[in-house]
């Protein structure tokens, strides 16, 4: 286990490197009708947001990176697809479990997502609240209550 985590590390690190040196910013995945329909999004404070920021800064930008945009084949971006601007438990449950082997809105990528199960309810909800208002995402935030009633019947 200890030398797939390397691997990862190894790999997240090689690719940053090479997206800082990438001259054109990677292309925005085209949004799919379904997530063009997403509901329409409450105010959400900013309190949350900074809250969120301060979550996506430690735990999800080395891979997701500073703009959402991931990294081409790597990591996916955060901006745009369905599995963020979609369904909230399906969202949840992929911070809690980890993700792994599955396509985001038909890319693959190589890289696994560690589970963040660790986290509080209220830092889940204000980070995934946080990624899905930002990078040019609108859409409803996630409570803390959500969070914990998607835990609570979580089955990875």
């Known amino acids: 286990m200890k030398q797939i985590i390397i691997v990862v590390c190894a790999l997240t690190l090689f690719s940053q490197s090479a997206v800082a040196q990438q001259k054109t910013p990677p292309k925005a995945k ?3 009708k379904k997530a063009a329909t997403a509901a329409k999004p409450a105010a959400v404070s900013a309190a949350t947001l900074t809250a969120g920021k301060a979550v996506y800064t430690q ?3 080395t891979c ?6 991931g990294v ?6 955060l901006n745009g697809t369905t599995w ?13 479990n980890g993700l792994e082997g599955e396509d985001i809105d038909g890319e ?7 589970a963040f199960e ?11 609240t946080y990624v899905r208002n930002s990078f040019g995402n609108k859409a409803s935030g996630i409570s803390a209550a959500e969070v914990k009633t998607i835990r609570a019947s979580n089955k990875k």
Do not use: F, W
Request: proline residues 8%; hydrophobic residues 40%.
């Open 30 to 32: 085209p949004t799919t």
């Open 72 to 77: 081409e084949r790597m990591n996916p971006p």
């Open 84 to 96: 963020v601007l979609g369904d909230k438990t399906r969202l949840v449950k992929v911070v809690l």
């Open 118 to 128: 660790a986290l509080t309810d209220k830092q889940i909800a204000d980070v995934l």
């Open 64 to 69: 997701h990176m500073a703009d959402g945009g």
């Open 108 to 114: 693959s990528y190589a890289s696994v997502m560690p």
């Open 59 to 61: 735990n999800c930008l």
